[in-house]
């Protein structure tokens, strides 16, 4: 059963904020309460400041509670939300997918940099494809930044595809989902050729698993985090053989690395025949994007 008592909007922030910092630095901590008085309250910051003295209504109190006892267990924020920001879009998520990180907000960017000033031509439907599309935020960003192109993505969990076509709707694009297997089915025919080949794929050995973050490792989809033979290069390798079948002459793969692997990516990329390799570093000056140019005869 809950009880319900008056808890004003400035106590409620502050409880929280202080019962969840032996877990998190002290401005994340600020930060993460912050979210969930805005999520709870319908209200941002400066409003909340100005009503602090507002009392919490029954089932906002019902939610604050819940949402203090799962940031308590570890769950991570954007979960206990049920949402996460991305390129100004808030995307539904849960367990099935990851949370989208600011590193891949900049692969994102990169394309939108790339094909900016780029025209349409008449024509040709210019199609990408996002593989691994998870909540489907690279997808849907990009359909949104290029609303004439014919976007694809593609994963092989249901659960992820039940999220990201309702993200889809949510955000009013148009994206084409598709179940695959990238490891298997390489050359599968339920796909036509592209112009453009974009993923941010399964990079860490299972070794690694120590080192991370109990918040990551206890509720993000493993899937989606590990590969399964402990080679890092596995899905970058299993994509650019697909591409030999799916991307146009001229046609750009971009790939989201591991800053350790991103020079043995762009070596991939050039020994499999592509050209005008870059790699870029990231907002923490970490090599994190890779991108090149496919060469020779068209498809």
């Not at 059963?1 to 409620?12: L, Q, T």
């Not at 695959?180 to 339920?190: C, G, N, R, Y």
């Not at 994509?239 to 002459?249: G, V, Y």
Request: a negative charge; hydrophobic letters at 40%.
């Amino acid at each position: 059963m809950f009880y319900f008592w008056n808890v004003r909007i400035k106590e409620a922030y502050h409880q929280l904020q202080q019962s969840i910092q032996p877990l998190y630095e002290n401005r994340e901590a600020s930060n993460i309460a912050d979210l969930i008085m805005e999520d709870i309250t319908g209200w941002d910051r400066s409003r909340r400041i100005v009503h602090h003295d507002a009392l919490l209504s029954k089932p906002q109190l019902e939610r604050y509670t819940h949402c203090k006892e799962e940031l308590l267990h570890g769950r991570p924020t954007q979960y206990v939300l049920g949402h996460a920001w991305f390129c100004d879009m808030r995307l539904q998520v849960d367990e099935h997918v990851l949370i989208p990180r600011p590193e891949t907000e900049e692969l994102v960017m990169e394309v939108k940099k790339m094909y900016a000033d780029i025209s349409t031509d008449g024509d040709h439907l210019f199609k990408m494809v996002d593989i691994g599309t998870g909540s489907g935020c690279i997808a849907i960003a990009l359909k949104k930044y290029f609303p004439d192109w014919d976007v694809w993505a593609v994963d092989k969990y249901n659960g992820a595809l039940a999220i990201a076509k309702k993200n889809a709707v949510l955000l009013d694009t148009e994206v084409r989902f598709v179940a695959s297997d990238i490891l298997k089915e390489v050359k599968t025919d339920l796909l036509p050729a592209f112009d453009l080949i974009i993923s941010n794929p399964p990079y860490i050995p299972t070794a690694d698993r120590s080192a991370m973050d109990d918040r990551v490792l206890d509720h993000e989809p493993h899937a989606a985090l590990f590969v399964t033979n402990e080679d890092p290069l596995q899905f970058y390798k299993a994509i650019i053989a697909f591409s030999e079948q799916h991307l146009l002459r001229s046609g750009m793969l971009f790939f989201e690395t591991h800053e350790l692997y991103a020079q043995e990516v762009a070596a991939l990329l050039e020994e499999n025949g592509f050209e005008h390799i870059v790699v870029k570093k990231d907002f923490q000056e970490k090599e994190r994007i890779v991108m090149g140019r496919r060469a020779g005869a068209s498809l």
